[in-house]
C-alpha cells in the first residue's frame, strides 16, 4: 500500500515515538510533540501568552520531521534538531577559542597578544607589558636582538629610502613601514578610504592590491603603490590585455610607484575568480570589467613569460608613468627563477627598482588551504634567497628590497632590516588598526566590524575619520619602537642593522647569529665565483631568456649544494 505524504509524516513521527532508540535520538521534537496539545489547552483556557510557547513546540516538530525525511545530512537525520547543536557549536568554536579557551600566545595566525599590542598602539594606550616575557625562550623557534653595553641616545626612525634615484625621473623615498596589498573588493570602502587617510596623515604609502585604483584610494591623496597583477584591473582591454593609454592614464601625481605581482604568501601561482554576482557597478568601473560577469584574475601574466620580457614590460610601466620606480612583488618559490631574474637584469641591464618578498605567512581574503599551509616559501627563507641574489650578483646598490608577511611589530621589522630588508609592508595589523577583530569571516561578506565586507549596513560601523587616526597612530608607534630597539643596539640608522644582531636558537643548547645558520652570500659571489657558494646548481639552472631552467634539477652530482639556502 503506497502512503501519502501527509500518512508517511504521521508515520514517521509515530516510529520515531514508538521506537526506544528513536526516542532517544529524536528527544527534542519527541518532547515537542508531547507538550504541544497541553500547550493548545493553555493558549484556549488559560492565557493568550501560552500561543509562543505553542507555537515553538510546532516549530519543533516541524524540523524534526523535516530532518528525519531530508536526504543530505546523516547526522539529522538520526538526531533530529539535537544534530543542529552540533552546527551551531562549531560556529562559535572560534569564538570560544579566541575569547575563552586560548593562552595570549597560543591564537592563529595571530595571537591574542600581537593583537593586544596592536590595538593599544592605534588607540594611543600603553603598549607596555607586565611581569616579563610569557614566551618560551628556550624554544627552538625563539630568536632574539642583541643590544650594546654603550647604547645609542636616539634613533632616526623618520630616516626614509629613496627608490629609483639616478635612474627614475621621479623617484620615491618611502619610509620604513608602509601598509602591503590589499584590494578594493576585498576590502570595504569604507575601509579604503581609512587606511589611505591613515597614510596621508602618516607619510607612509598605500599600497593598491590587483583590485585597481578606486575612488575610496583618491579620496584623501595618501601615497599609492599601484599594484598590477596578471589581471591588470584598472588598465586593461575587454580581452584582459595590458592597456598602455588606462595605465598612462591612471598614474596621476598620486601614484607615487608601480608594482607587478609576480605572486603572493598566502597562494602563490593561484589566479583567482570573483564571482559575477559580487562584481558591482563600483567594482567593475574599478577594475575595467564588465558588471554581473566572473571578474577572473589568471594564474600567469599575458604580458611577458621570460625574465627578460618581465623586465622589458616594467621598462615600458616606467616610461608610461613619466618616469616612477617599478618593482616587482613576489613569495619565492624555485631559487633559480629569483637568479634567472638576476642574470636577465645584469644580461639586458635592465634593472627592476625594488622587489617585495612575500612570506607564505601572508594573508588573504580566501584561498585554498593546501596552498595557505604548504606552498611557497616563507619571509625568513624567502628573503635570505633574494637578499643574497642581489649581493651576491652585485645588483643590490641598483635595486631595493622590501619585506611583507605577518610584520605587526617593531621586533619583525628589525628582524627583516637586521637582514637585508629596507622597509618593510604589513597589511593584517594595519586591518586590526582600524576595527579587524580577526573573525575569520573576510571570504563571506559578513565582516562584524566592516573591514572585508560590501555590505554597507556593516560598513557603516567603520568611521573613516576616527579609523584613519588609528592607522596612523599604530605606524608611528611601531616605528617608535623600533627606534627603542636599534637605539638599544648602540646604531642611531636602522639600515644598520647587520645579520649578526639576529640571534636564532637551534635547539635547547645552541643559538647562533642568523648569519652562521643560513648562508649569507658576499659581494659578487656569483659572479666571481659561483661555483664556491651553495647556490652554484641553482645558478647553473637559471637563464635569462625563460623561467625553466636550463640543467635537469633532478639529476645532478652534488646533492649538499640544495641541502640548505
Not at 271 to 287: C, D, F, H, M, N
Request: with cysteine; hydrophobic share 40%; charged share 20%.
Amino acid at each position: 500500500m503506497r502512503l501519502n505524504p501527509h500518512t508517511m509524516i504521521i508515520s514517521t513521527a509515530w516510529r520515531a515515538y514508538a521506537s526506544r532508540n528513536g526516542i532517544k535520538r529524536a528527544i527534542i521534537p519527541v518532547t515537542a510533540l508531547v507538550l504541544t496539545p497541553i500547550f493548545l489547552i493553555l493558549t484556549i483556557a488559560v492565557d493568550a501568552w501560552w500561543v509562543i510557547a505553542l507555537l515553538l513546540s510546532l516549530f519543533l516538530v516541524l524540523l524534526g520531521i523535516y530532518d528525519m525525511l531530508q536526504p543530505n545530512w546523516s547526522l539529522t537525520r538520526n538526531f533530529p534538531v539535537a544534530g543542529r547543536i552540533r552546527w551551531l557549536f562549531m560556529n562559535l568554536r572560534p569564538y570560544f577559542r579566541a575569547y575563552i579557551v586560548e593562552g595570549d600566545e597560543e591564537g592563529r595566525p595571530f595571537s591574542y597578544e600581537a593583537r593586544r599590542l596592536v590595538y593599544a598602539r592605534a588607540d594611543g594606550f600603553s603598549d607596555m607589558h607586565p611581569f616579563g616575557t610569557e614566551l618560551d625562550v628556550r624554544s627552538d623557534e625563539y630568536m632574539w636582538l642583541t643590544h650594546s653595553i654603550n647604547p645609542a641616545k636616539e634613533a632616526d626612525i623618520k630616516s626614509r629610502i629613496e627608490v629609483g634615484s639616478g635612474r627614475c625621473a621621479k623617484p620615491y623615498s618611502a619610509t620604513l613601514l608602509n601598509i602591503s596589498a590589499m584590494s578594493f573588493g576585498a576590502l570595504s570602502a569604507a575601509a579604503i578610504e581609512a587606511l589611505n587617510q591613515g597614510a596621508a596623515i602618516g607619510g607612509f604609502y598605500h599600497d593598491t592590491g590587483e583590485g585597481g585604483i578606486s575612488p575610496y584610494h583618491r579620496k584623501h591623496g595618501g601615497d599609492l603603490v599601484w599594484e598590477l597583477g596578471s589581471g591588470y584591473f584598472g588598465a586593461r582591454k575587454d580581452d584582459g590585455s595590458f592597456d598602455p593609454d588606462l595605465f598612462r592614464e591612471a598614474c596621476n601625481d598620486q601614484v607615487k610607484m608601480t608594482e607587478i605581482k609576480l605572486s603572493q604568501g598566502a597562494k602563490p601561482g593561484h589566479g583567482g575568480v570573483l564571482p559575477g554576482a559580487k562584481v558591482t557597478q563600483e567594482i567593475a568601473s574599478t577594475r575595467k570589467v564588465q558588471q554581473g560577469v566572473d571578474c577572473v584574475s589568471p594564474r600567469a601574466h599575458s604580458m611577458f613569460s621570460t625574465p627578460i620580457e618581465m623586465l622589458e614590460f616594467a621598462d615600458q610601466m616606467r616610461n608610461l608613468s613619466g618616469g616612477k620606480p617599478v618593482g616587482v612583488k613576489l613569495c619565492v618559490g624555485q631559487v633559480f627563477e629569483v637568479l634567472a631574474i638576476m642574470k636577465a637584469m645584469l644580461e639586458t641591464e635592465k634593472y627592476l627598482d625594488f622587489i617585495v618578498v612575500d612570506g607564505a605567512e601572508g594573508g588573504t581574503g580566501a584561498a585554498p588551504l593546501e596552498l595557505s599551509n604548504h606552498v611557497g616559501m616563507p619571509l625568513l627563507s624567502g628573503l635570505i634567497v633574494v637578499r643574497n641574489a642581489l649581493v651576491a650578483t652585485g645588483l643590490r646598490d641598483k635595486v631595493r628590497l622590501a619585506a611583507s608577511g605577518k610584520i605587526y611589530s617593531a621586533s619583525e621589522l628589525a628582524a627583516c632590516l637586521a637582514i637585508g630588508a629596507d622597509w618593510c609592508n604589513a597589511a593584517r595589523p594595519f586591518m586590526f588598526s582600524i576595527g579587524c577583530i580577526q573573525s575569520r569571516r573576510c571570504h563571506t561578506d559578513t565582516c562584524p566590524t566592516g573591514v572585508t565586507t560590501q555590505d554597507p549596513k556593516r560598513q557603516r560601523g567603520l568611521v573613516v575619520d576616527v579609523q584613519s587616526k588609528r592607522a596612523a597612530a599604530f605606524q608611528a608607534k611601531t616605528l617608535e619602537a623600533l627606534g627603542e630597539i636599534v637605539a638599544a643596539a648602540g646604531l642611531t640608522e636602522p639600515r644598520d642593522l647587520q645579520p649578526y644582531h639576529l640571534y636564532h636558537r637551534i635547539n635547547g643548547t645552541e643559538s647562533y647569529p642568523i648569519d652562521r645558520i643560513w648562508h649569507f652570500l658576499n659581494e659578487n659571489a656569483l659572479i666571481d665565483a659561483p661555483e664556491e657558494t651553495p647556490y652554484r646548481h641553482w645558478w647553473q639552472a637559471a637563464r635569462a631568456d625563460s623561467f625553466r631552467p636550463a640543467v635537469n634539477l633532478a639529476h645532478h652530482d652534488d646533492h649538499s649544494a640544495l641541502r640548505r639556502l
